[in-house]
């Protein structure tokens, strides 16, 4: 049976109060950061959900890896640690590593399109003075 579990963490990021919406499911793990302004009620919070979960723009999915909780080792546990301490693993929580991977996911984006729009502005540039050095040797 494939279980899936969300959870929506409000708080308050100055200036504005953001909620957190984290979901897990078929072993993935994804996030998503929704900014609210003022701060809600849990009405408007539960409308919000209701009406805008289709337009959620959440990470890219990133392994869930193990639930606290699920009769762990201490040593093993103490050991796992110790050894990620120990290697170059990125510090912060998943949710933050997930927006992180969103943010960066979008910055490529971001670059390719201005990338494309800055050579298609380039051609165009080559083109006009083409075709005004064509004018000018019309008459001659």
């Known amino acids: 049976m494939e279980q ?3 959870k929506l963490t409000v708080f308050f990021d100055p200036p504005f109060w953001a909620g957190l919406y984290e979901r897990e499911q078929r072993g993935g793990y994804e996030a998503c950061r929704i900014l609210f302004g003022a701060e809600p009620k849990d009405y408007e919070v539960y409308d919000y959900l209701l009406k805008n979960y289709g337009k959620l ?3 890219p999915a990133i392994e869930a890896g193990r639930r606290r909780g699920e ?3 201490p040593k093993r546990l103490q050991r796992e640690i110790r050894r990620q301490l120990q290697s170059e693993a990125p510090v912060g929580t998943r949710a933050q590593r997930a927006l992180s991977l969103q943010r960066e ?3 490529q984006e971001r670059k390719t399109r201005s990338r494309a729009l800055r050579e298609e502005e ?3 540039r080559f083109e006009q003075r083409q075709e005004k050095r064509r004018q000018k040797h019309n008459g001659h």
Do not use: K, M, V
């Open 71 to 73: 009769g762990i080792n």
């Open 122 to 124: 380039r051609a165009l």
């Open 105 to 107: 996911q979008s910055r």
């Open 57 to 59: 723009r959440f990470s």
């Open 4 to 6: 899936t579990t969300a």
